[in-house]
């Protein structure tokens, strides 16, 4: 069964750092691309970055390049976001999904496998 566990959101000031995690398991983890997507109220669900774990391609949205990275640990089957210089309008609800096997690289919600949300709140 495929399984897919973000953890990491909270509340935080304008200016400051989260860090997330999505745990994967169920499925061959180097063969896939995991993307970290964000849903605020009343907005369409969008690609924030991505990496591909068999090549380590990766895409960043233009309004996070330069303050958000992500890595990927594939001994422990994980991926991180690593959110610096959070601003207000990052407060959303962000998902981690992946997309394979072997499937040309890209980022888009039309990933394969999704898990649960977890909360950003950055206030000003």
């Known amino acids: 069964e495929v399984q897919l566990q973000a953890s990491g959101g909270g509340l935080v000031q304008a200016g400051g750092s989260l860090r997330l995690s999505c745990a994967a398991s169920g499925f061959t983890f180097d063969d896939y691309a995991i993307g970290w997507f964000r849903q605020a109220p009343g907005k369409e669900r969008e690609g924030v970055s991505c990496?591909?774990?068999?090549?380590?391609?990766?895409y960043y949205d233009m309004s996070v390049k330069g303050r958000f990275t992500i890595s990927s640990d594939n001994a422990k089957n994980a991926v991180y976001l690593q959110m610096d210089s959070l601003k207000p309008e990052d407060t959303a609800v962000y998902y981690c999904a992946a997309d394979g096997p072997l499937k040309i690289f890209s980022c888009g919600v039309h990933y394969d496998y999704w898990g649960q949300g977890t909360l950003v709140t950055v206030s000003s």
């Open positions: 990496i591909s774990n068999s090549d380590g391609s990766t």
